[in-house]
């Protein structure tokens, strides 16, 4: 399973049940990604997305249990404990900035099973560098 997500520089996701901010270059690239797989997401996250054309976004409030091997699931309000066993790759988008948050986005990835393949910066419609981050499972 690949899991993605967008985080501040504190590894947060959200603040008072609403995420901490939304770019449109940012879900297209995600889309890009996402391109010949099953893109799952909450009803919140479907929101986000709209009528994405060409991709195959399913809406869920049981994503992880509901997305196979390969599958990407795109959280936000959606916890990741207990599935990392499940997840080989994690790709996130990183804000650079600080806002207020109450989730956080709780996988470890400097415990020694990841490895960052690949960063990007671009900019995003709402930020000026949005940093891209894919990490791999290596053991």
Same mark, same amino acid.
């Given at each position: !399973?690949?899991? +993605?997500?967008?985080?501040?520089? #504190?590894?947060? !996701? !959200?603040?008072?049940?609403?995420?901490?901010? %939304?770019?449109?270059?940012?879900?297209?690239?995600?889309?890009?990604?996402? %391109?010949? *797989?099953?893109?799952? !997401?909450?009803?919140?996250?479907?929101?986000?997305? @709209?009528?994405?054309? @060409?991709? &195959?976004?399913?809406?869920?409030? &049981?994503?992880?249990?509901?997305? @196979?091997?390969?599958?990407?699931?795109?959280? /936000? /309000?959606?916890?990741?404990?207990?599935?990392?066993?499940?997840?080989? *790759?994690? +790709?996130?988008?990183?804000?650079? #900035? %600080?806002?207020?948050?109450?989730?956080?986005?709780?996988?470890?990835?400097?415990? @020694?099973?990841?490895?960052? *393949?690949?960063?990007?910066?671009?900019?995003?419609?709402?930020?000026?560098?949005?940093? *891209?981050?894919?990490?791999?499972?290596?053991?």
């Amino acid at each position: !399973m690949i899991i +993605i997500a967008c985080v501040d520089d #504190r590894n947060g !996701m !959200m603040f008072n049940n609403r995420r901490q901010s %939304r770019d449109s270059v940012v879900c297209e690239d995600i889309l890009l990604e996402c %391109r010949g *797989k099953k893109l799952y !997401m909450s009803p919140y996250s479907g929101k986000l997305f @709209g009528e994405a054309e @060409g991709a &195959d976004i399913r809406i869920s409030e &049981d994503i992880l249990n509901e997305a @196979g091997k390969g599958d990407a699931c795109f959280v /936000e /309000e959606t916890e990741t404990a207990g599935f990392e066993e499940y997840i080989g *790759k994690v +790709i996130l988008y990183k804000w650079n #900035r %600080r806002y207020p948050a109450d989730r956080q986005f709780s996988l470890d990835l400097s415990d @020694g099973s990841w490895e960052l *393949k690949r960063t990007e910066e671009f900019q995003g419609s709402s930020h000026e560098k949005v940093t *891209k981050e894919v990490y791999e499972r290596i053991r």
